[in-house]
């Protein structure tokens, strides 16, 4: 047994049984040997930023790594910016990067670069395979540091790979996340009460998580971008923070004492001239719960228990009507929370289009919403392909913005070969709007250069064509109307579609 | 007069006028202040790899940088195959690369990340602007570095950008090639003779490089992928070291002496088991006449003056004759022989379909080369939008792998807003072919996964609708009466076209 095939045994033995990947010479052993390893499924992606923000979407579903295969330096490179959005989300995922044979590096060829610095910068874990003797120790080693929560990323020699005398690893323990301390939970028990603000994140934001905290009756909200949040119709009703820093500060008014549970101590998600990063209010105190990858639904539940909270009326099932004529930022929400099926999952890169849509949603059947937990937009497209592999029997929504779409087009390509349940729709409005927004924020002055920068007409994008020249069935709507029975008509036919929802700029 | 427009002053004081960026939030005073400095022209892309790949292309064809916009570490990330591409092509080039305020980084915001150890993979040259105060001198020296042959990073924090107080500096002297001595020279002339190659990189591929090489009486060969190599009729006859190992061993056979000019010894792209890495001949010296970087130029007319070599006859004006019939892998590049105007510039990322290009173009109308220097594919179409931007007056040929496209398809978009003479003709063979070559190459044997990952078909990729959704008129040849008729069409018009012309797969 090679190198690549004791790797991929070990890696389906320790339930990691989807790899997404845009191979290279150099991982040519490992694409042969995927052909021993029926139970590992392999996805192409013609675009290694489709791999890694795919990989994450599963991660989120399923609460397990899937595997990437990338090409080296370069390969890594392409899948950067969704791996820093997945070790945002802490997704459990695990980076195969190939190399370069051991003996083939001290030649600088051509693909030859600092692979380690580069995968450092995303990674909670970090090896390289020195030895076929030592390869599949490390494929479980990394599974299990992925499932703490963080991306793990394995550097894979090509010798490792072709080399044989392998043989497959033991699954590792699962780690369990750490539980939070009766001392702690009985001091957070000391600060709820009116002014009390809890703030939730990661797991917190389970079905579980949110009934437990609606218990304690204190504010809550959700962090601003949740890697996953189950929300709708008979779920306690919980707001996110906003993305503008005034939003937040207006949400947190009067907190006297913030409790995070599983999130983060809110910041403005930049820097703005003249304004506020930290944005707990003066005098406010902020008390932990439980830290990120801490057990924070048992300590949710453990806390609501001492307090002796009961369960809080949820939200009532509650559409918003289908909307009629030209589509605005508001009514195409609309159509979306009015036909949202049962236990959807939305992928949401919507961006500025998409401020409207927590609102239109919220009573919509119960769902789980995916979002941009980085800043690093191109995740939709991906992350929509990911959670479909993940859960084949659910609904995938889509809402991606035009600008952002641009980025990680070719996932559509993956969603069309994979057949993928994915409804996608783009909310072309044919500029970057939130920088239009950002440029007045930070209080710059633009002409028209600056306009130009941000406007993305001249040529306007058609997504109709771009879809259907990679294989998804495409259709335009420029009313609530049109998106209405497209959305509609999206969802009652198997594999992927994709709408272009024509909607004026936010600004 | 604020940071951003002390720097933009700089760059265009010292002649870096063109800026390809992708903006965000952080770099939106950067955006404003592209209004206050008239003659720096902006030229947006939809994806940073886009941006990263035009200001290679630029950089190639002028010998001066243009400046990139980058939006924080995912906007790096994005960007970093073609900065590695643009690193193996000694390119100048600067990257300005915005990042949070300085103050702002200790918060851990959510696009926070590593931008330093990001950048130091691919930047000979890398520095973080500390204070309005220092930018516009930080700006002069990274400009001074790139026109080293080198990729140079700014990492530039918003408030440098906003705060006021800055003044431009003054440009830098412009570094000049250390000069070869005459005695490395002299040494040189020792070795000439029967069983001496010259291999020529860098410089040398300039038309007075070849000329003064081919006075040298010996086998001359360019390195297998040049940043930019002039050839065609009416220059000396040089052919390039092949892709595989064995082609170049073949090459090689029988070379006693290998002189480098410009050019790093010759070694395997990639690994291959019970293959050599190395290939040099046994038994055979290396010499070097100029490192890459040094006056190689120079070091050859020295040399060529002090053997008293003559000039030889150059390559005849011939061109292949218009094919007829379903396309080849041979005739689609006969038809570019054929047709292939005065002084055009080819962007070659034609992968396995172009293969008989070379020879196809040999005795066309002398144009420029621009191969992909590191192997990061996804190089053809920005470096093309590079290109075409640098000479405005010259048609640009971009000839593009199917698979390769689909990593940077966006550039098109860029074609389309700018205008560019770009005719790009796309090699649909459907497959990564040179992945069907490589698996046996490496001795690996895959089954029907191992196919499947390396097949571009189910669903077919249609890039006439792609181009057509990016503004870029389209249509498709399955013939070379079609190709040749679309190809020449596409060249009359103003503006960017693309064939898509589909050829078999050479596996």
Same mark, same amino acid.
């Given at each position: 047994?090679?190198?690549?095939?004791?790797?991929?045994?070990?890696?389906?033995?320790?339930?990691?049984?989807?790899?997404? +990947? @845009?191979? &290279?010479?150099?991982?040519?052993?490992?694409?042969?040997?995927?052909?021993?390893?029926?139970?590992?499924?392999?996805?192409?992606?013609?675009?290694?930023?489709?791999?890694?923000?795919?990989?994450? +979407?599963? &991660?989120?579903?399923?609460?397990?790594?899937?595997?990437?295969?990338?090409?080296?330096?370069?390969?890594?490179? =392409?899948?950067?910016? @969704?791996?820093? =959005?997945?070790?945002?989300?802490?997704?459990?995922?695990?980076?195969?990067?190939?190399?370069?044979?051991?003996?083939?590096?001290?030649?600088?060829?051509?693909?030859?670069?600092?692979?380690?610095?580069?995968?450092?910068?995303?990674?909670?874990?970090?090896?390289?395979?020195?030895?076929?003797?030592?390869?599949?120790?490390?494929?479980?080693? +990394? #599974?299990?540091?992925?499932?703490? &929560?963080?991306?793990?990323?394995?550097?894979?020699?090509?010798?490792?790979?072709?080399?044989?005398?392998?043989?497959?690893?033991?699954?590792?323990?699962?780690?369990?996340?750490?539980?939070?301390?009766?001392?702690?939970?009985?001091?957070? $028990?000391?600060?709820? &009460?009116?002014?009390?603000?809890?703030?939730?994140?990661?797991?917190?934001?389970?079905?579980?998580?949110?009934?437990?905290?609606? *218990?304690?009756?204190?504010?809550?909200?959700?962090? /601003?971008?949740?890697? *996953?949040?189950?929300?709708?119709?008979?779920?306690?009703?919980?707001?996110?923070?906003?993305?503008?820093?005034?939003?937040?500060?207006?949400?947190?008014?009067?907190?006297?004492?913030?409790?995070?549970?599983?999130?983060?101590?809110?910041?403005?998600?930049?820097?703005?001239?003249?304004?506020?990063?930290?944005?707990?209010?003066?005098?406010?105190?902020?008390?932990?719960?439980?830290?990120?990858?801490?057990?924070?639904?048992?300590?949710?539940? =453990?806390?609501?228990?001492?307090?002796?909270?009961?369960?809080?009326?949820?939200? $009532?099932?509650? *559409?918003?009507?289908?909307?009629?004529?030209?589509? /605005? #930022?508001?009514?195409?929400?609309?159509? %979306?929370?009015?036909?949202?099926?049962? =236990?959807?999952?939305?992928?949401?890169?919507?961006?500025?289009?998409?401020?409207?849509?927590?609102?239109?949603?919220?009573?919509?059947?119960?769902?789980?919403?995916?979002?941009?937990?980085?800043?690093? %937009?191109?995740?939709?497209?991906?992350?929509?392909?990911?959670?479909?592999?993940?859960?084949?029997?659910?609904?995938?929504?889509?809402?991606?913005?035009?600008?952002?779409?641009?980025?990680?087009?070719?996932?559509?390509?993956?969603?069309?070969?994979?057949?993928? @349940?994915?409804? /996608?729709?783009?909310?072309? @409005?044919?500029?970057?709007?939130?920088?239009?927004?950002?440029?007045?924020? #930070?209080?710059?002055?633009?002409?028209?250069?600056?306009?130009?920068?941000?406007?993305?007409?001249?040529?306007?994008?058609?997504?109709?064509?771009?879809?259907?020249?990679?294989?998804?069935?495409?259709?335009?709507?420029?009313? +609530?109307?049109?998106?209405?029975?497209?959305?509609?008509?999206?969802?009652?036919?198997?594999?992927?579609?994709?709408?272009?929802? #024509?909607?004026?700029?936010?600004?």
């Amino acid at each position: 047994m090679n190198g690549a095939q004791a790797l991929l045994r070990t890696l389906v033995d320790s339930r990691v049984d989807v790899c997404f +990947g @845009n191979p &290279g010479t150099s991982e040519m052993h490992f694409v042969a040997a995927l052909d021993s390893v029926p139970s590992m499924r392999a996805v192409l992606a013609l675009f290694e930023g489709a791999v890694t923000g795919a990989a994450d +979407g599963y &991660g989120r579903m399923t609460g397990r790594p899937a595997a990437t295969l990338l090409h080296l330096g370069p390969g890594l490179g =392409n899948g950067l910016a @969704n791996l820093h =959005n997945a070790r945002r989300a802490r997704t459990p995922l695990l980076n195969v990067v190939g190399d370069h044979a051991t003996y083939h590096k001290q030649y600088d060829a051509p693909l030859e670069s600092d692979i380690d610095s580069v995968a450092g910068s995303v990674s909670g874990w970090l090896r390289r395979s020195e030895s076929v003797a030592s390869v599949a120790a490390d494929a479980a080693d +990394g #599974v299990a540091a992925a499932l703490a &929560g963080q991306v793990a990323t394995l550097i894979l020699p090509a010798d490792v790979s072709w080399s044989d005398g392998a043989t497959p690893a033991a699954p590792r323990p699962v780690p369990v996340p750490e539980a939070v301390g009766d001392d702690v939970v009985r001091a957070i $028990a000391g600060v709820l &009460g009116e002014g009390t603000v809890l703030l939730l994140g990661g797991a917190a934001l389970t079905e579980a998580g949110q009934v437990a905290a609606a *218990r304690l009756g204190v504010t809550v909200f959700a962090e /601003t971008f949740p890697a *996953r949040m189950r929300r709708g119709a008979r779920l306690p009703a919980v707001e996110r923070l906003g993305y503008l820093a005034e939003h937040v500060q207006h949400q947190l008014t009067g907190a006297r004492h913030i409790v995070l549970a599983g999130a983060k101590s809110p910041v403005s998600f930049f820097a703005y001239p003249g304004k506020a990063s930290d944005l707990v209010p003066d005098g406010c105190e902020v008390h932990t719960l439980a830290a990120p990858g801490q057990d924070v639904v048992g300590a949710l539940e =453990n806390l609501a228990d001492l307090v002796g909270g009961t369960a809080v009326a949820p939200r $009532a099932a509650a *559409r918003p009507a289908l909307p009629t004529g030209a589509l /605005t #930022v508001q009514n195409w929400a609309d159509v %979306i929370g009015a036909l949202l099926p049962e =236990n959807a999952i939305v992928a949401d890169e919507a961006n500025t289009s998409g401020v409207l849509l927590p609102v239109a949603t919220a009573g919509a059947p119960a769902h789980d919403v995916l979002t941009l937990t980085g800043g690093a %937009i191109g995740l939709g497209l991906p992350l929509a392909a990911g959670a479909a592999v993940a859960c084949p029997d659910r609904p995938v929504v889509c809402v991606e913005a035009d600008g952002s779409a641009m980025y990680t087009l070719s996932a559509l390509w993956t969603h069309a070969r994979e057949g993928l @349940n994915v409804t /996608t729709v783009v909310l072309s @409005n044919r500029a970057y709007a939130i920088l239009r927004m950002e440029l007045q924020r #930070v209080g710059a002055t633009g002409g028209d250069k600056a306009a130009e920068l941000l406007d993305l007409s001249r040529p306007d994008l058609d997504f109709v064509s771009m879809a259907t020249g990679m294989g998804v069935p495409a259709s335009r709507a420029t009313t +609530g109307e049109e998106l209405a029975a497209r959305f509609e008509k999206a969802l009652v036919e198997p594999g992927p579609h994709l709408i272009e929802a #024509v909607v004026p700029a936010l600004m």
